[in-house]
């Protein structure tokens, strides 16, 4: 049997311990070290029996680890990535890739130029209903995709934003949670060539967007929207219907994403896809549906079980450095369409 992969942790704090959860999954990988300048993390590194480091390059220097996961606030994602690449360890690193294009074309840059890969923490990929849907559009069972709707609506409750940094500038819905509804439509959808967004703080006052509306056009046609809101009491939403994560009570009938084409539709994440008997059915015939068979497997689980393999230079990266910088190219349209009024273009990347 293969020595376990000896994997570092950058930063410990909830989506950092949410990965040592899935990590003592798999016997391919082994936790060696945590670094996080936070002091009371020694004690969670003592409890797991690895060492632990205020300073990460202290601990890529000491503790050598052959990959590490960084989970660190997201401004320091980039420089953090880089100096584990500098060090020779490839990186998950946890979405946003950063918080701006240059920086995020830097981290690409090392990333080639160094051979060492990053991927992205953009997990809702590694969903196996994900793949699904994304083989049902590749099959072309929808026909020509034409219209796509997402949303993004539920309630945070007011304790989220006693947290400081989450009141802070940058820290809004769209870089924190539509970023993931963003890159799945990516993911599913194809590029995005332009939008027109509206944004407010309204209904909470804090600095921060509370609700969006965003209208998509993709390179391939197809029109879209994504509205959404942490302030509403509402059920539409990848975490209250997906049931990927189980904090989040389950709304098992609710749809949060309608991807609708010339031969048929598939609502998400229910997969149930919708059709005509005859292929020129039309709105007097019944339309029928079914549900795509799927077998379910936790995403986060399934991201470590492939950065394993993207580390030990087995795969490429689902979600790489500069793939995951085109989704914050689009938030970052979004933002200027908000800001502008004028329709706006990503940014290549
Ligand atoms: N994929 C997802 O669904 C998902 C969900 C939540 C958070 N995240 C991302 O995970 C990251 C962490 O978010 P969180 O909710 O765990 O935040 P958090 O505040 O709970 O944890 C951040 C941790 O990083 C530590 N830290 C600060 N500076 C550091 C440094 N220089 N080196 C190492 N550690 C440092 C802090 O002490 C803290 O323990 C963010 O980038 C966030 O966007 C992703």
Redo the contacts with the bound molecule.
């Keep these: 049997m293969q020595t376990p992969l000896s994997i570092a942790l ?7 311990q949410q990965h040592l959860e899935h990590l003592e999954n798999l016997s391919q990988a082994k936790l060696c070290a945590i ?4 002091p009371q ?1 020694a004690d969670f590194a003592k409890a797991r029996g690895v060492a632990y480091f205020a300073d ?1 390059r202290q601990m890529l220097i000491q503790a050598k680890p052959q990959a590490a996961i960084i ?4 401004n ?2 980039v420089q ?1 990535a880089i100096e584990c690449l500098e060090a020779g360890v490839p990186v998950l690193l ?3 890739v950063g918080v701006g294009l240059d920086e995020v074309r830097k981290l690409v840059k090392a990333s080639q130029d160094s051979g060492v890969a990053v991927l992205v ?1 953009h ?1 809702r990929r590694h969903n196996p209903l994900i793949a699904k849907a994304r083989q049902l559009l590749e099959a072309g069972k929808l026909g020509q995709l034409t219209s796509v709707t997402a949303l993004w609506q539920l309630r945070k409750p007011d304790s989220y934003f006693e ?1 400081p ?1 989450r009141r802070e500038p940058g820290a809004g819905m769209l870089l ?1 949670n539509l970023i ?1 509804d963003l890159d799945l439509l990516r993911h599913l959808c194809g590029e995005v060539q332009s939008v027109q967004a509206i944004t407010s703080n309204q209904t909470r006052g804090l600095p921060n967007e509370d609700k969006v509306a965003v209208l998509l056009q993709f390179a391939n046609g197809a029109l879209g929207s994504l509205t959404g809101s942490d302030a509403v009491v509402a059920p539409w939403s990848w975490e209250l219907c997906s049931a990927e994560n189980p904090i989040y009570p389950h709304q098992a009938d609710q749809p949060c994403y309608l991807l609708a084409g010339t031969e048929g539709a598939l609502s998400l994440p229910q997969l149930k896809h919708w059709h005509y008997a005859e292929a020129d059915g039309g709105w007097h015939q019944p339309l029928l549906s079914d549900v795509q068979p799927y077998t379910d497997a936790p995403a986060l689980t399934r991201q470590l079980a492939h950065f394993i393999e993207v580390a030990q230079g087995n795969a490429e990266p689902l979600v790489s450095a500069a793939d995951a910088g085109r989704t914050l190219a689009l938030i970052e349209a979004i933002r200027q369409a908000a800001e502008s009024g004028q329709a706006c273009t990503p940014e290549q990347i």
Excluded: R, Y
């Design positions: 950058i930063g410990a704090g909830s989506m950092g670094s996080d300048p936070n993390v990460h989970a660190n606030p997201n320091l994602h953090t946890e979405k946003p923490g997990h947290t940094w924190t993931h």
